[in-house]
C-alpha cells in the first residue's frame, strides 16, 4: 500500500536496518523497544491482520514464526526466552495496519495477567 510504514520500509523507502529479509518477509527492530530485544517480523504482503488470513495467509504465518525463532536464536534470547505478540485491532492497540509479529526478550517480561 502507498502510505504504509511497513510497506514503505519493505520497498527500501524508507531507510531502515534489515536484520534479515526474504522473499516472503523482513525483521526490523521496533524504534520504541519494550525490551532489550524487540523485533518486528513483517511480511512483504500488506495483510491489515489477523482477521481473515486464509490458506496463504496461514502459511505464511508459519513462516513469520519460523523466521521468529531463527531470531531468536540470532539475538541470544531464545534459551532466556521471548515473547510474541499480534496485536489485532483497536482492543489491542494496534497502531500499524499491516500485520506484524513483535518479538520481544533480553529481561523478564511483565506477567500477562
Ligand atoms: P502495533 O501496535 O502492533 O501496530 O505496533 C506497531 C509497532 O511499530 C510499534 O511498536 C512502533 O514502535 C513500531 N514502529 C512504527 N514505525 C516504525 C518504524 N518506522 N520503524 C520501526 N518500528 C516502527
Ligand atoms: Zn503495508
Partial sequence: MQDCIFCRIGRGEVPSLMLHRDERCFVIRDIHPLAPTHLLIIPHL????????????EQLFGHLMAVAGEMAGRERVAATGYRLVVNQGPDSGQAVTHAHIHLMGGKRLPELG
Avoid: D, I, P, V
Fill in 46 to 57: 500488506h495483510l491489515t491482520g489477523l482477521n481473515g488470513l486464509g490458506a496463504h495467509g
